[in-house]
């Protein structure tokens, strides 16, 4: 990273304490990020409802997806992640886990409401391009690219560090 805000030391501080390696983490959230999209619209025609999985909460498949995305190797080529994470997830788990930590980031104590604008839009169908993006939520460049990145390092946290870790524990 190149130059650390000080909200960027305290959300490593954060990790530190989650037991999350920041390089690592961050590596994580830049391939989770590139490979929703093509997670969720391959994968969108298998949409369990949701009472279907509230009635199966030991789904083995489930499981699987869990562990594997507690414990890819972000160092992988990102087009062999992608092909795996379409194979073992559905859409709507990827999707549950995703809303479940940016829900996370936005009850953060030093909580900025641009982190989950930005969360928003990397996760929208409709994304807009970063300039637009920042645009409509008046930040300057500089500033859009520091609350870029602590949004994706807090997310990293709270998927890796909490809602993962906890959804495993159910199984």
């Given amino acids: 990273m190149d130059r650390e805000t ?18 690592i983490l961050r590596m994580r959230v830049e ?38 995305l507690s414990g890819f190797d972000p160092t992988d080529r990102v087009g062999i992640i992608r092909r795996e994470m379409v194979k073992i997830f559905d859409a709507e788990l990827l999707a549950d886990l995703v809303g479940s930590a940016v829900r996370r980031v936005e009850s953060y104590p030093v909580n900025k409401p641009e982190y989950v604008l930005i969360l928003e839009n990397i996760f929208s169908s409709k994304r807009l391009l970063d300039k637009d993006h920042r645009d ?8 859009y ?27």
Wanted: contains cysteine; hydrophobic residues 40%.
């Fill in 145 to 171: 690219g520091d609350r870029k990145k602590e949004a994706a390092m807090l997310f990293g946290a709270a998927l890796w560090g909490v809602v993962i870790p906890a959804r495993l524990a159910q199984y």
């Fill in 31 to 68: 391939c989770l990020m590139m490979c929703y999209d093509a997670v969720t619209w391959a994968n969108k025609d298998k949409l369990p409802t949701r009472r279907a999985v509230r009635e199966e909460p030991k789904n083995g498949e489930t499981k699987a997806a869990l562990q594997y």
């Fill in 6 to 23: 000080v909200l960027m030391k305290k959300i490593i501080k954060l990790c530190d304490s989650l037991c999350l390696e920041p390089n």
């Fill in 136 to 143: 409509k939520i008046h930040l300057g460049k500089t500033t």
